[in-house]
Nanobody, 125 residues
């Protein structure tokens, strides 16, 4: 079973950048799709990005053009590069493994499992 651990969060000013990491342990996740979600206080968990095992990428609408997901299977790590950060990007960011692909509805948390503990990102305006 794969365990995931996020890192790289912190406090950054609006317009700045952060790079989050999602490290896997226990077994390789080279054959998995890995996704990022975020959750702000009082809000539902929101899809951020997902990368497939062959590096196909999908993004949430508000992240397109600002966030980039990538993976390094040799390091068992998935990255989320976040640029042009806004105050509304403030949230806890989680990574998880995709266990289900549905084409009849948007990507959501129920399609993922093996969630990490999350890393806090705070963007000051």
């Amino acid at each position: 079973q794969v365990q995931l651990a996020e890192s790289g969060g912190g406090l950054v000013q609006a317009g700045g950048s952060l790079r989050l990491s999602c490290a896997g342990s226990g077994r390789s996740f080279s054959g998995f799709h890995v996704g990022w979600f975020r959750q702000a206080p009082g809000k539902e968990r929101e899809f951020v990005a997902v990368i497939s095992d062959n590096a196909h990428k999908e993004y949430g609408d508000s992240m397109k053009g600002r966030f980039t997901i990538s993976r390094d299977d040799a390091k068992n790590t998935v990255f989320l590069q976040m640029n042009s950060l806004k105050s509304e990007d403030t949230a806890v960011y989680y990574c998880a493994l995709r266990i289900r692909i549905r084409i009849d509805r948007p990507i959501g948390p129920s399609d993922f499992a093996s969630w990490g503990q999350g890393t806090q990102v705070t963007v000051s305006s």
